[in-house]
């Protein structure tokens, strides 16, 4: 299964966000938080409904070590995600769908 992937503009500036505070922090850490962010997305594309739903058809991936989650649905052949969740933050996202 090939799916393409899309980002709700919101969820583009949460990224933006995470990297930018972890580039303020270091260089390498910021390309950390890329690579774990590209390798869920790898992941994502693989095996889209492997994580389980956090309620009817949203699901949250982990980011690894880092305290974000990526929170997707499937919508046919497009992972949409639709937030990048700070662990601190759980239900800032809670709007949209």
Do not use: C
């Not at 949460?14 to 390309?31: F, H, I, K, P």
């Amino acid at each position: 299964m090939s799916l393409s992937v899309s980002f709700n503009r919101l969820a583009e500036a949460e990224l933006r966000e995470a990297m930018l505070y972890y580039a303020s922090e270091s260089e390498g850490l910021a390309r950390r938080f890329l690579a774990a962010v590209a390798s869920a997305l790898a992941e994502l594309e693989a095996h889209p409904l492997t994580d389980a739903p956090l309620r009817a058809d949203i699901r949250r991936k982990s980011l690894g070590r880092f305290p974000y989650q990526l929170l997707y649905r499937l919508d046919g052949e497009e992972l949409r995600i639709l937030a990048v969740m700070h662990k601190r933050r759980p239900l800032h996202w809670a709007g949209r769908g």
